[in-house]
């Protein structure tokens, strides 16, 4: 059997994916990216040898942030091409709308049979994305899955800022008001929703599949606040983390 890897350097998370002769999913591995995307790409091959994979004869396509520092990929694609296709494979559908959450930025792609038709990314504020989720949940002692579940429960409360700084800000003049934990939960994943609907309406909706990938692809309760902005149902599943990866690998198949 021959073998195809896709290697995903993300800015928080790198990922795995293995795929095989019939593009069924071999194996997957998930790992923080750490201080050294060089690092985290030697452990990611080593930990694919310990699980049986044939590193050796597997054809490699690495994508991400940190692609350009996987010596051993015979090739790089980018990100956007690689959720592009990998959420096409995970979904199915001929027309995507993508919404890519990540740990430092946030991509909306248009994904037509596979291919990029258009994209946007937001590549210069950390709002919007797991950054922004992660600190805003620090500042209420708590993790972020649980802060956005906590979230389901709150109302009437707003964050202004899309700012981090001036956002976190506004979250500790909350808590030094006296404001319910719940009711500041749901501003936070309301701001992050406002920000990713604030990119999406920008590129086509209608007659769309809409789904979301990365980092916060099962965080629940806010993808259900996405598609309740937009008006329309919003799908992810377990697998949506690991798109990049996935079309990385499909990527490899064609090499």
């Known amino acids: 059997m021959s073998t195809y890897i896709g290697i995903d350097i993300g800015s928080t998370c790198a990922k795995a994916a293995v795929l095989g002769d019939n593009k069924e999913i071999v194996c997957k591995i998930i790992r923080p990216t750490g201080w050294s995307s060089i690092k985290v790409a030697e452990d990611i091959i080593a930990e694919l040898k310990e699980a049986g ?24 694609v980018t990100e956007i091409s690689c959720h592009a296709l990998g959420a096409t494979y995970i979904f199915g ?20 049979d596979g291919n990029v038709a258009d994209f946007l990314m937001n590549d210069k504020c950390s709002a919007g994305t797991g950054r922004f989720l992660e600190v805003m949940a620090n500042t209420l ?45 749901y501003a936070i994943i ?23 990938t990365g980092g916060l692809c099962d965080y629940d309760y806010l993808i259900e606040a996405i598609g309740r902005k937009l008006g329309t149902d ?16 499909l990527f490899a198949m064609r090499l």
């Open 53 to 76: 994979v044939a590193v050796d004869t597997a054809k490699i396509v690495a994508t991400g942030y940190g692609r350009v520092n996987v010596p051993y990929a015979d090739k790089t």
């Open 93 to 112: 559908g001929e027309n995507l709308l993508v919404i890519d959450i990540g740990g430092q930025d946030t991509k909306i792609i248009e994904a037509v």
């Open 141 to 185: 002692s708590m993790e972020p899955r649980d802060m956005c579940e906590l979230a389901r429960h709150g109302a009437d409360t707003t964050i202004s800022s899309l700012c981090t700084v001036f956002a976190e800000s506004e979250v500790i003049g909350l808590i030094g008001r006296g404001e319910h934990k719940e009711n500041i939960a």
């Open 190 to 212: 309301e701001s992050i929703a406002d920000k990713v609907i604030s990119q999406a309406t920008h590129m086509p909706i209608v007659n769309k599949r809409i789904v979301v």
């Open 234 to 249: 919003v799908i992810s599943n377990e697998d949506a983390r690991y798109a990049g990866a996935i079309g990385a690998a």
